[in-house]
Structures are given as structure tokens and as C-alpha cells.
């Protein structure tokens, strides 16, 4: 009997760790009908994102504190991931046939695992990373100053054009300026700031006399000035914390196992109650599945957003009839999923000690297993199809007899599930949600 109770603190512990993935694979295919098998990434993304929270802020200490620290980290690396998966990647293929959005899922996720492993130990790309950000924040402050509609269906690539020009070309500017010394120094910050907004307002003033015209260039004068002295500025403290706090920290690479942190509380001698034995660990990750499913229930039933989402799901067109910014809650599904995501990500360090870049393909596949399980659209039975798969799978490895049980085996019996659930009952445990689009 204590055999039993032990399996099923591992399955339950196992199985909260795929709802966790589970969940977020549901959310997305409930406003898009898309199969996202590039969640498993956006996992993986997370531990990555936490364990670089750590290595830069904490190295070497284990307080529990840390740990809600990690998780922001975790969260805003998987979000971000998401976020601008779903902007460049999906959106553009919305109304393309199905298996367009497929394909490109696969190829995310391909990129996303070598991009880790090639590039984690190598934190020089992290200055592009910052390039491209400056870029987009600089131009939605310069658009804050403008009266000139930039969103004009026919005129607003026009509108764009100059305030994109200033910050390309102050952005060159602090490039040439940063090649030539890359010290920090006063000299070469003053004059990266004051050489972008020199060069970049002209740059922006050329092409709006150019494609608007002088009167339409005098309108845009003032954004274009503050896009181009906040691409300087915002570079400047971008390389500031490069040099100062990302360049200086030892990166392990991700060719290989990475330990992750342990921490206080979290971590440590296992809880024993008579004879099954719990790690802290576990704890965390049922106790994370908990809350995060309480969280997201009230979400989507008791806020307007949430209500947004439900809408969606039902029927865009309408939804969008009705006043609802159709894009903004995709991404919001989006952002949803990844933040389970990432608790998942940190659960999984915390459990098995490291991480790798491989760890989200197989359970991203055993999470879609979960979702499908549950019934693929239906939040509670993404959550119930993970705790099943999880206990299958740690009854299956201690009670099937002979060559066809033990560890080794545990994956096969959890998609033998899979394809006997699709076999007699389709719609999953619960019922996939069926709606009728007009």
C-alpha cells in the first residue's frame, strides 16, 4: 500500500507539472484553433529565464526569497518568447490554411532550442536583443508626441517612415561611435546621444519632406527629434547594464546539463509521512497548479477581459462586431499560456536539479498528450488530463510486470493512452468544447 501512495505523490507531482504546459496549449487553441507545438519552448525559455535571473542578481545565494524573483524572470523571458512568436510568426499566417501555422510552429520550435544552445554561454547577442528594443520604444514614445495619425489606412506607412529613419540612423550613429571605443566613458555617451540626435532628426526630416511633404515634415519635427535623442539615450543605458552586470557574470553553456539553483524552503530533506516520501519540490508544483488554476478560472469568469476572451472563442467576427480588440486578446492567450509556462519551467528545475535546451520537446508533446487527454479547448480538462497522464505514467512504471514496465517505458504507455482515449472517446475526458461558427 505505501508503494502505492508513493507512485501516486509521483504521478500527482508529474502530472501537475504537464497541466501546468497543458493549460497553456488549451488557452491558445480556444481563441485561435491553433496547435501550438512551440509551447514546449516557451517552457524551456522560462527555466533558462529564471536561472539567468539567478546567475545576474543572486549567484550563490539560496534565500527563499529569491525564488518570486526567479519566477518574474521566468515570466518575462516565456512572455516575451510568446508574445513575439504570435506578432511575427502567427498573426501574419491568421487566415492561412491550417497547416502553415503548423509547420511554422515546428520551425519556432527548432529555432528556439538552437538559438539556446548555441548562443546562452555567448551574451553578445544580447546587444541586438537590446537594439531591437530600443527601436520599438522609441518610436511608440516619439508617437506619443505626435498629433499626425500614424494608424491611417492610407497614409500611415508614409507617417511611420520618418520617425522609423531617425531612430535606424541615431542607432548607427551609437553603433560606429560604440565600435570605435567600447569603454564606457562620458565623452563617447554625450556625443552617441548628441550625434543620433543630430543625425537622426535630419535623417527623419529628409524623409518626411520626401514622402509627406514640407508641411506634414514640420507636424512630425518634434516626434522624429524625440525618437532620435531616446534611441541614444536608451542604448547608452542598455550597454551600461551589458558592461556592467550581464558581460560579467560566467555563463555556463547549454550544450550540456545546467544545474539549477536550490533553494531554501523549496528544496532540501524530503517531507516523510510514514512511509512515502515527499519532495519539497512536489510540494511546489501541485501547490503552483493550485493556485494557478484558481487564478485563471476567476480571470476568464469574473473579469472583462477574461469575458473578451470567452467571446473570442466563441466567434471572432462577432466579438469584433461588438467592439472587442479581437488582436489584443489573442495576445493576452498568448501571454496567459506562457506565464503557466514559465512556473512549469521553474517547477522542472527545482525537481530534477538542471535543465537543458532539450527539455521542452518531449514535454511539449507529453502536454499536448495532456491537453488532447482532457479534451483538447477545455481549461479543467487540460488540468485533469495532466494529473491522469502523470499517475499513468507512475503506476505504469511500478505495477506493469516484466520487460514492458519500469522508467524506460513510461513514455510509451502514456501515448498508448493517448491513442486509446482517440480511439473511443475523441472529444477527451471531459469533452472537447464544440462551437458552432457561423
Not at 164 to 189: C, G, P
Request: charged share 10%; proline share 3%.
Amino acid at each position: 500500500m505505501d508503494q502505492f501512495f508513493q507512485q501516486l505523490v509521483n504521478g500527482l507531482t508529474l502530472g501537475s507539472l504537464y497541466a501546468l504546459i497543458a493549460v497553456g496549449y488549451t488557452v491558445v487553441y480556444g481563441i485561435v484553433q491553433l496547435i501550438n507545438f512551440a509551447h514546449g519552448e516557451v517552457f524551456m525559455i522560462g527555466a533558462f529565464g529564471a536561472l539567468s535571473t539567478y546567475l545576474l542578481f543572486f549567484d550563490g545565494h539560496t534565500s527563499v526569497w529569491i525564488l518570486p524573483v526567479m519566477i518574474v524572470g521566468a515570466m518575462a523571458a516565456s512572455v516575451g518568447t510568446a508574445v513575439l512568436m504570435e506578432r511575427v510568426a502567427y498573426r501574419p499566417l491568421r487566415n492561412a490554411p491550417r497547416l502553415a501555422p503548423l509547420i511554422t510552429a515546428i520551425g519556432i520550435s527548432v529555432f528556439l532550442q538552437e538559438f539556446i544552445r548555441l548562443l546562452y554561454d555567448r551574451p553578445g547577442w544580447a546587444v541586438l536583443a537590446m537594439a531591437g528594443l530600443t527601436l520599438f520604444a522609441a518610436y511608440l514614445l516619439g508617437a506619443r508626441f505626435t498629433k499626425v495619425p500614424l494608424d491611417h489606412p492610407i497614409t500611415k506607412w508614409r507617417d511611420r517612415a520618418p520617425l522609423l529613419a531617425a531612430t535606424v540612423f541615431a542607432l548607427a550613429v551609437w553603433a560606429l561611435l560604440r565600435l570605435a571605443e567600447r569603454d564606457l566613458s562620458i565623452v563617447i555617451t554625450l556625443a552617441a546621444i548628441v550625434g543620433g540626435l543630430i543625425v537622426g532628426t535630419a535623417a527623419g526630416l529628409l524623409f518626411a519632406v520626401g514622402v509627406t511633404g514640407t508641411d506634414r515634415a514640420k507636424a512630425l519635427l518634434q516626434p522624429i527629434a524625440v525618437v532620435a535623442v531616446a534611441t541614444g539615450v536608451l542604448m547608452e543605458l542598455g550597454w551600461l547594464i551589458f558592461k556592467e552586470i550581464i558581460a560579467k557574470v560566467e555563463w555556463p553553456s547549454a550544450k550540456q546539463l545546467i544545474p539549477f539553483p536550490q533553494i531554501d524552503v523549496v528544496t532540501g530533506k524530503a517531507i516523510e509521512i510514514g512511509n512515502v516520501t515527499i519532495q519539497r519540490s512536489a510540494v511546489f508544483t501541485i501547490f503552483a497548479l493550485a493556485v494557478c488554476a484558481a487564478l485563471l478560472w476567476f480571470f476568464i469568469n469574473r473579469t472583462r477581459l477574461g469575458r473578451g476572451m470567452q467571446a473570442v472563442s466563441q466567434d471572432p467576427d462577432t466579438a469584433r462586431l461588438m467592439g472587442i480588440n479581437v488582436d489584443r486578446i489573442i495576445v493576452v492567450a498568448f501571454a496567459l499560456g506562457a506565464v503557466l509556462a514559465a512556473i512549469a519551467g521553474v517547477s522542472q528545475g527545482l525537481q530534477n536539479n538542471n535543465i537543458d535546451f532539450r527539455m521542452g520537446f518531449l514535454a511539449g508533446l507529453k502536454a499536448f498528450t495532456a491537453a488532447v487527454l482532457g479534451g483538447i479547448g477545455n481549461i479543467q480538462g487540460a488540468v485533469v488530463g495532466g494529473l491522469v497522464l502523470g499517475v499513468v505514467e507512475a503506476m505504469a512504471t511500478q505495477y506493469v510486470p516484466g520487460q514492458f514496465g519500469g522508467g524506460s517505458w513510461k513514455d510509451v504507455w502514456a501515448f498508448v493512452l493517448l491513442i486509446l482515449v482517440l480511439v473511443f472517446r475523441p472529444q477527451g475526458l471531459l469533452g472537447a468544447r464544440v462551437v458552432d461558427r457561423a
